[in-house]
Nanobody
């Protein structure tokens, strides 16, 4: 089992920044990649950014490219999502997820953290 604990959400004004953190523990040897998803009210959950467990490969959704950056600290088994130039449409619950090596699926999930962009 893998446990994921997120932090860093909150209320921010448009144009502001936030950094989300996700600390992984437990059977982390089974993880091949980490991702950040988000789900806004009435919308489907979408993948925002992903990073390989080694940190050498990253990808971000087109909707946040140039504004969001995913990174990780190997020593702390922690993944970050730096969000800049936030817009109201970025308002959502953000979830950290871990991709399992054996299945290739994101099977482990954090509890979610609310990000609200509003003036």
């Amino acid at each position: 089992q893998v446990q994921l604990v997120e932090s860093g959400g909150g209320l921010v004004q448009p144009g502001g920044s936030l950094r989300l953190s996700c600390a992984a523990s437990g059977s982390i040897f089974s993880i091949t990649a980490m991702g950040w998803y988000r789900q806004a009210p009435g919308k489907e959950r979408e993948l925002v950014a992903a990073i390989s467990w080694s940190g050498d490969k990253t990808d971000v959704a087109h909707s946040v490219k140039g504004r969001f950056t995913i990174s990780r600290d190997n020593a702390k088994n922690t993944v970050y999502l730096q969000m800049n130039s936030l817009k109201s449409e970025d308002t959502a619950v953000y979830y950290c997820a871990a991709q399992e090596l054996s299945s290739g699926a994101f099977v482990y999930w954090g509890q979610g953290t609310q990000v609200t962009v509003s003036s």
